[in-house]
């Protein structure tokens, strides 16, 4: 089993933008704008061996993800 560490941004709800490691029922950080978000996303997912940051827009839908790390689902060749 991996121990990557998986961090949601996504809306508060609010007009802010929350960072959240799934698992976890509170938010790790709010921020005013995504970009703020998404960094400090990034710093706690290259924080350890393995993390990932999954990025969604206003609607909730994923936009993007990046993992940091060994990542089991790269396939060489």
Known sequence: MSDRRVYDVSPDGDGG??????????????YDNKNEAIDSARGHAKGGNEGQIVIR??????????????DPERREG
Do not use: F, L, M
């Open 17 to 30: 933008w929350d960072v959240k490691r799934r698992g976890n029922d509170r938010a790790t950080g709010n």
């Open 57 to 70: 827009g206003q609607d909730g839908k994923i936009q993007r993800e990046h993992t940091y790390g060994n």
